[in-house]
């Protein structure tokens, strides 16, 4: 029997609907929370992302400053640009999109965001939380999962998570989101010999490694949940995931498709995000 769908596009819109409600209390008061996104040079997958970040955002009520810089601005010229950002009291967001030209120090841009603006939850500060579960903002990728797999009460407590990657803005928040429910985690890396051996083992598998149906049904222990977070571009020009979907979906108990999976949400949870800033800044 396939496995059942875990539909990001419907969770989403369930989540942004109580989102929206949330909006419009703070609309009473007077207050837009608002979200300003730093775009530097010209990557078309960036200027998409940014554009779907600007129409969600209008979607629930809340402002939006897309300040798009060309490739060549100093690390300087944008730290001012956040500086600005942070000072400005109608901004409760503040987000740069990643990858940032070769000649600036990504690392020192994101320390420079305030952190009551962080709401990507990029910082030393909010991952170092993150640790202590007690991160203001969590990083919106691993906090919509956490979402996705709540949806469809989904239980982790005592269960065994394999997360496949161990970056700081999926991997390791993944890990440490899942180990905060109590389930027992294992982290895999480019380096991990015999990934199978570990991932069949797995009652949940996040998978965010970047490399094109990398898991394969004889990989995935069956009745597994299986949370598919890979964005690659096939040698058609289609998306697909690091998991290979039609197989996997014969052997797991739950999947995430690409798209329409896990992007959704990341969106979502960063609206999410930027309403507790606003809210928090209002004393709500």
Known sequence: MPAILIDGNAIARNERAQLKLRAEGLAARSIAPGLA????????????????????????????????LPATTSQQTLLDHIARLNADRATHGILVQLPLPKH???????????????????????????????ALFPPCTPFGVMRMLEHHAIALSGQNAVVVGRSNIVGKPM?????????????????TRDLSQHTLLADVLVVAAGKPKLITAAMVKPGAVVI???????????LVGDVDFESVREVAGHISPVPGGVGPMTITMLLANTINAAERAARI
């Open 228 to 238: 598919d977070v890979g964005t690659n571009r096939g040698a058609d020009g289609r």
């Open 37 to 68: 996104v730093v775009l530097v040079g010209e990557d078309p997958a960036s200027k998409i992302y940014v554009r779907n970040k600007a129409r969600a955002c209008a979607e629930l009520g809340l402002r939006s400053e897309v300040l798009e």
């Open 175 to 191: 890990a440490l989101m899942l180990l905060a429910k109590d389930a027992t985690v294992s982290i895999c890396t480019s380096k």
């Open 104 to 134: 600036i120090d990504a690392a020192a841009v994101v320390e420079a965001i305030a952190l009551d603006k962080d709401v990507d939850g990029f910082s030393l500060h909010n991952l170092g939380a993150l640790v202590a579960g007690r």
